[in-house]
């Protein structure tokens, strides 16, 4: 079965230090890995995917993930972290067999003036 | 144009109560799911269909009834409401496991 695990519950950093938000996959089959990141009170936004293309990838909001298959992680970064980054992330792995989307518990991200 | 909007975004209830959250989605994705959002942010798929066809049930209690009318439509029923049902409920829709759009979640509070 697939899954996906978020290394951190919490994550604090300054505003302009690097933001860096940990994932690791499980998955027999190559994975499509997604990076969801939910504002308070609101809803799921797409911020990047992984579907076998590039092994780098560019988000929205100048965030980017590595897919390291040698390592099954997929962290997203950030080199310069702003007030507005505040915000849960998820990351998630697409069960292809269901066609269902898994999520890691999430990490909570605090950014300190 | 809203591509996933579901209805109502805030539902208040007593236990007991009957209620329904509406979800339509316009962007032609075949296949819809419900995902519960608990107190600690965690989300875990409750159903999926594909095409009006139920695909996914992950033993989620029976007084939960999700219902597709047609392939852009996903509703979902639940009786006799109890105090664990409340939760962020999200509507979300996806083709071929390729995209996953959101809706903003209906946010339920049984008292």
């Known amino acids: 079965a697939q899954s996906v695990t978020q290394l951190g519950s919490h994550v604090s950093v300054s505003e302009g230090a690097l933001v860096l938000l940990r994932c690791n996959y499980s998955s027999s089959v190559p994975p499509y890995l997604f990076w969801y990141v939910q504002y308070p009170n609101q809803g799921l936004q797409l911020l990047l995917k992984y579907t076998s293309a590039a092994t780098l990838v560019k988000g929205i909001n100048g965030f980017e993930a590595e897919f390291k298959k040698s390592e099954t992680s997929f962290h997203l970064t950030k080199p310069s972290a702003h007030m507005s980054d505040a915000a849960e992330y998820f990351c998630?792995?697409?069960?292809?067999?269901?066609?269902?989307?898994?999520f890691g518990t999430g990490t909570r991200l605090q950014v300190f003036p | 144009d809203t591509a996933v909007s579901q209805t109502p975004k805030y539902l208040v209830t007593q236990m007991g109560n009957d209620k329904s959250i509406k979800c339509e989605q316009n962007l032609g994705h075949d296949t819809m799911y419900w995902y519960k959002q608990d107190s600690k942010k965690f989300l875990k798929i409750m159903f999926s269909?594909?095409?009006?066809?139920?695909?996914i049930n992950e033993t989620v209690p029976n007084r939960f009834s999700p219902k597709s009318p047609d392939k852009a439509h996903l509703n979902l029923h639940i009786n006799s409401l109890e105090l664990g049902d409340s939760a962020v409920y999200f509507c979300a829709s996806s083709q071929q496991g390729l995209g996953y759009t959101f809706g903003s979640g209906t946010r339920l509070t049984v008292v």
């Open positions: 269909y594909n095409n009006k066809e139920l695909i």
């Open positions: 998630a792995v697409s069960d292809l067999n269901t066609d269902k989307l898994i």
